[in-house]
């Protein structure tokens, strides 16, 4: 599955617990990274200061869905069951 362009599920629903420029502590869950632009997209991408985990995530029909509303969701869920 492609990455839907200006989806940012990813960005918002999971924690990240490793740092990100700008958020030495990383992301809770549900909080909004403060890269994703208002347009959705990653403004590190690309980046070699890109967090390992955000490179490694491969979208994927199981934690994305088939909108942003439900890769919300589903990320979600995930991020609680993990918990």
Known sequence: MKC??????????????SFIPGMPRGKKAGERCIHLSEAGLCALFGKPER?????????????????????????????????
Do not use: H, K, N
């Open 4 to 17: 839907r362009a200006g989806c940012g599920a990813c960005c918002i629903a999971p924690s990240i617990s």
């Open 51 to 83: 967090p390992r985990v955000c490179s490694a995530f491969e979208a994927d029909e199981a934690f994305c869905g088939e909108t942003a509303e439900q890769a919300i969701q589903l990320l979600g869920w995930l991020e609680q069951s993990t918990a």
